[in-house]
């Protein structure tokens, strides 16, 4: 069975600190990967998505992710934190148990950004 | 842009009691999802439709139905509450599945609560 795990529950950075934000899958094929942003409250925007080609993914805000097979991760960055990016992160994969018309999500990380 | 509009935002019901949660798009999509999430566990698939009159099983469908009667909405119905279904509940859609490539689209979230 596919899953996709998020490592970190919480994570804390100082505004203007680089951030990595961790994702491992297990999943046989290539899978398509994405990342998701959550906002206290609010629903979901998509950050950014990976299907093939280059490995390196740019999103929106800033955020960037990097797909390495060979570790079956999909980490999200950003160089430098704005305490705007204070959210809940999700990163998720193609559920293939759905065909992959549907996604299946990790269980998430959120960043707190201090002063 | 209304986007995805899910009613009513707020609900609060006594354990055995019935409801409907609306979910309306306005974007023509074909694919329509319902999500909950729980604190830890991220989003779980309950049901999703692939087209107007048709539904499917996702990860958590016990004790939940769905009907896509219409194109533009999607409706999840609890026909008997109980406190395990206290969530925050997400409908969300998309033009074609995760693995087309194409932006699912998230409603705000409604919240209910079972007592």
């Known amino acids: 069975a596919q899953s996709v795990t998020q490592p970190d529950i919480h994570i804390t950075v100082s505004e203007g600190a680089s951030l990595e934000l961790r994702c491992n899958y297990s999943y046989g094929a290539t899978p398509y990967l994405f990342w998701y942003v959550q906002s206290p409250g609010q629903g979901l925007q998509l950050l950014l998505k990976y299907f093939s080609g280059d490995t390196l993914v740019q999103g929106i805000k800033g955020f960037e992710a990097e797909f390495k097979r060979s570790q079956s991760s999909f980490n999200l960055r950003k160089p430098s934190v704005h305490w705007s990016d204070a959210a809940e992160y999700f990163c998720a994969v193609g559920a293939p148990d759905t065909g992959r018309r549907a996604l299946t999500f990790g269980s998430g990380t959120r960043l707190q950004v201090q002063p | 842009n209304a986007g995805v509009t899910q009613t009513p935002k707020f609900r609060v019901l006594k354990t055995g009691q019935s409801m409907t949660l609306l979910c309306a798009q306005d974007?023509?999509?074909?694919?329509m999802y319902w999500y909950r999430q729980d604190p830890g566990m991220g989003l779980r698939l309950i049901h999703y439709?692939?087209?107007?009159?048709?539904?499917a099983k996702g990860e958590v469908p016990d004790g939940y139905n769905v009907s896509r009667l219409k194109k533009q909405n999607f409706l999840l119905g609890l026909e008997s509450a109980a406190p395990s279904q206290t969530s925050v509940y997400f409908c969300a859609s998309s033009y074609r599945g995760a693995y087309s490539g194409n932006t699912i689209y998230f409603g705000e979230g409604s919240w209910l609560t079972v007592v």
């Open positions: 439709s692939v087209g107007e009159g048709t539904t």
């Open positions: 974007m023509n999509h074909e694919y």
